[in-house]
């Protein structure tokens, strides 16, 4: 089953650009797909029914974050994976994230690189699109879907005011997830994107 909700994201674009900017020298660059990856590790912390996997008859939870992420290719998609992205930072991840990426377009990942992931991201962003039902990575038990974010008129209880929101959709194994608990993880993933200091409590 697939669940929709938007993130506003306006603040932390906002924060990755300045920082982005104030790191141009370095070539240090942060990327969306890096927070997203940050928040749905910790998502997958406060809801460990997400990181499992079915084995057969058992469902085996894990106790390590390998986050594997959708990569577009001249060959078809790819998806590497992202090892221990609790241990790591923004900055680290982004920079990963864009090699694996650059191996994957070069045909060049290693099986290693695209094994062992106990949760994927699938982004859309840069092509566009409003929705839509990404399908789980078996034997994981939940996949994130993230579309292109779009400016959009959001009623602040005076007025409505522009936000940018990006659509998020998260597909769930209903054998293992009921319906709240993978609305109760989209939300929190959107609340962590919308305000990144929750990460910290």
């Excluded at 994201?9 to 990327?31: M, P, Y």
């Excluded at 962003?125 to 990575?137: K, Q």
Aim: aromatic content about 8%.
């Amino acid at each position: 089953v697939t669940y929709h909700e938007d993130a506003d994201i306006t603040d932390l674009e906002a924060f990755r650009v300045q920082v982005n900017r104030e790191n141009e020298k370095s070539g240090r660059k942060l990327t969306m797909l890096a927070f997203l990856i940050k928040a749905c590790v910790n998502a997958l912390q406060r809801f460990p029914e997400f990181n499992a996997s079915i084995d057969g008859e058992n469902l085996v939870y894990k106790k390590y974050f390998h986050i594997a992420f959708a990569a577009d290719t001249p060959n078809g998609l790819v998806v590497p994976v992202v090892k221990n992205a609790d241990r790591k930072g923004v900055f680290e991840i982004a920079a990963e994230t864009g090699e694996l990426a650059k191996k994957a377009r070069d045909g060049k990942l290693a099986p290693t690189e695209m094994q062992g992931a106990c949760f994927t991201i699938s982004s859309l962003g840069g092509i566009g699109g409003t929705y839509f039902a990404p399908i789980v990575n078996a034997p994981e038990v939940a996949i994130l879907g993230v579309n292109k974010s779009a400016m959009k008129p959001v009623w602040d209880g005076t007025q409505f005011v522009p936000r940018l929101m990006l659509p998020l959709s998260l597909t769930a194994d209903h054998r293992v997830i009921d319906g709240a608990l993978a609305t109760r993880f989209n939300v929190h993933v959107a609340q962590l994107l919308a305000d990144m200091r929750r990460m910290m409590l």
